[in-house]
Each structure stands twice: as C-alpha cells, then as structure tokens.
C-alpha cells in the first residue's frame, strides 16, 4: 500500500482523490513541457531543413555566366538574413527545450513524512498536498516561461521562412532576369 492509499484509508478518506488530482495536476503540467519541447524542435528541423534546401537551390539558380552582381547580393543578403533568424530560432527554442530544474522532495522531508505516517493524524497528508503544491506552482511557472519562449521562436521562425523564400524567389528572379 503507498503512502497516498494509507493517507486515504487510515487518516482521512477524503484527502486520497485531492491527493490523486494533484499527482494528475502535476502530470500534465509535465505533458505540457513535452509537447512544448517538440513543437521547438520541430521548427529548428523544419528551419534547418528548409534553410539547407533553399540555399542549395537558390547557389544552383546563381550559377550562371554574366549575372549581375545585384542579383547575387540580393541573395546573399536575404540569405545571411534567413541564417541570423534562423539562429535567433534555435536559441529562443532552445529555452523552451532547456532543463528546469523542479522543486524535488529532500530526503528529510521523505524521512519527515515517513515518521508522520507511523505517528499516524493528518500531518502527512497535509504535507503531501503542501508539496504538490509547492511542485505544482514551480511547474506552471515553468511551463509559462516555456509558452513565452516558444511565441517567440515561432515568431522569429516565420521570420526565417520569409526571408529564405525571398532567397528563393530573388534566385529564381535573377536566373530569369538576370
């Protein structure tokens, strides 16, 4: 029997469900990092990708005789502009992928909580709660600071995948302009 049933059957019967909506409560907020995390991963490879194809395209497109010098530095500037926001990217992504560290139970306190149930009373279930609560609040406020970050990489992501389809578009303008 864990410490959550012996707190629901010996000490309160109605602390056991609070107890469980906050172990799920903590659960999800532990769901949100993760898709949080692959959403900013997914636009760094979508990025990198993107960016990797349209610069070969766009060097292929340039490789012609007697272009004019203005075709290739409107390139080489939408290009270099693409590359600066796709860095801003990966970084403003990373600090949605990055560790937090979360507010752990010290082994005292998992000693502490052990000699309060053999004491037996409501102390460990109020403990209990006192802790989710304390892992719960650190949580949501990570997963704020993630949800702020990763608004922001999306914003500079569109920015990267604006200007490498202007590479793109100024490539193919200059081959048949050019």
């Known amino acids: 029997m864990t410490a959550e049933q012996e707190v629901s059957t010996h000490e309160d019967p109605d602390i056991g469900p609070v107890i469980e909506v906050a172990r799920t409560a903590i659960g999800q907020q532990f769901d949100i990092a993760e898709r949080?995390?692959?959403?900013?991963?997914?636009?760094?490879?979508?990025?990198?990708?993107?960016?990797?194809?349209?610069?070969?395209?766009?060097?292929?497109?340039?490789?012609?005789?007697?272009?004019?010098?203005?075709?290739?530095?409107?390139?080489?500037?939408?290009?270099?502009?693409?590359?600066?926001a796709l860095l801003a990217t990966i970084v403003s992504s990373s600090q949605v992928w990055r560790l937090i560290p979360d507010k752990d139970l010290s082994p005292e306190a998992l000693a502490e909580m052990r000699n309060d149930a053999l004491a037996g009373g409501h102390v460990l279930g109020d403990k209990l709660l006192q802790h989710y609560a304390v892992v719960l609040?650190?949580?949501?406020?990570?997963?704020?600071?993630?949800?702020?970050?990763?608004?922001?990489?999306?914003?500079?992501?569109?920015?990267?995948?604006f200007l490498t389809l202007l590479e793109l578009a100024a490539s193919f303008a200059a081959r048949i302009f050019g």
């Open 36 to 84: 949080l995390d692959t959403k900013a991963r997914g636009l760094v490879t979508i990025g990198g990708a993107w960016y990797a194809v349209v610069t070969t395209v766009a060097g292929q497109a340039l490789a012609v005789e007697n272009l004019d010098r203005a075709w290739v530095g409107l390139v080489a500037v939408c290009a270099a502009a693409g590359a600066v």
């Open 137 to 161: 609040r650190a949580r949501v406020a990570n997963n704020d600071d993630r949800a702020r970050a990763y608004k922001w990489a999306q914003r500079l992501w569109v920015a990267a995948m």
